[in-house]
Every structure is written in structure tokens, then in C-alpha cells.
């Protein structure tokens, strides 16, 4: 299966969206409503949480479930991250710039996109950073 960003996207932001409580461990797997994500197939929401736990996005724990994911919130990287890709206009940009160059990696896609907050940032306020 190949990876697909988009679904990566929708998903972290579901995840975000779930109210955690410190300590808290929370059961999800993909029939979960919670993050239901029209298009997609429950084996291929199952397997991009696993890629996003992989990707160390969210927080692992040790005792891993035979179907879905154990969740208690998004890592450090995982809120840099969506931060980086909430706004739908850098999303935009973000993934017509990757893709325009033919190939990229999750890590040239968080680059690309924390490039685009700064040029905007350099625009609007004329601060560069």
C-alpha cells in the first residue's frame, strides 16, 4: 500500500481533536467514527495510524493491540507537524510543490511547508526568520 499525505493529514488532525487526559490511554482502531475519513477504506486508515505511530507522530506505548492503535496524544513532532499543515492554503502549496518535483519524503514536506509559513510571515510583517 502505498502511503498516501493526504490521509496522513486528516487523520492527525482527527487525532488532535480527541479529548485526552494526562495519563489517559485510549483504544482506536479504524471503525472508530471519531476518525472516519470519507474515501478511504478501514484497512487503509488502519494501516496510515500504524505509519503515524511508526513515525513516531504520536505517542507509543509498549503494549500494542492486535487492531488499531493505543493513543494517548500527539507527540511533540506529530503537533509540529500538523502545525505546520493545518492551514488549508499551505497544505495546498505545500503538496503542489512536492509533488511538482516528482518524489518526497515526510520530512521534505514538513520543510517545504515550515518554508511557506515563513515566507508568509515575511510578507505580511516583514520579519525573517
Not at 479529548?19 to 484497512?43: C, K, L, S, W
Not at 500504524?50 to 513516531?56: D, N, P, Y
Not at 511538482?100 to 520530512?107: L, P, S, Y
Amino acid at each position: 500500500m502505498r502511503r498516501n499525505m493526504e490521509l496522513i493529514r486528516s487523520l492527525l488532525l482527527k487525532l488532535e481533536e480527541i479529548p485526552t487526559e494526562r495519563g489517559g490511554i485510549y483504544h482506536i482502531t479504524a471503525q472508530d467514527p471519531e476518525i472516519d475519513v470519507a474515501g478511504f477504506t478501514p484497512n487503509e486508515i488502519d494501516y496510515h495510524l500504524h505509519k503515524i505511530l511508526e513515525a513516531g507522530l504520536i505517542v507509543d506505548h509498549p503494549d500494542r493491540p492486535s487492531d488499531g492503535i493505543h493513543f494517548s496524544g500527539l507527540s511533540w513532532t506529530g503537533h509540529d507537524f500538523i502545525d505546520s499543515v493545518r492551514d488549508e492554503d499551505t497544505w495546498a502549496v505545500t503538496m503542489t510543490t512536492v509533488e511538482t518535483v516528482g518524489g518526497f519524503t515526510f520530512a521534505i514536506i514538513n520543510n517545504v511547508a515550515k518554508a511557506i509559513i515563513k515566507s508568509k510571515i515575511a510578507t505580511r510583517f516583514g520579519l525573517e526568520i
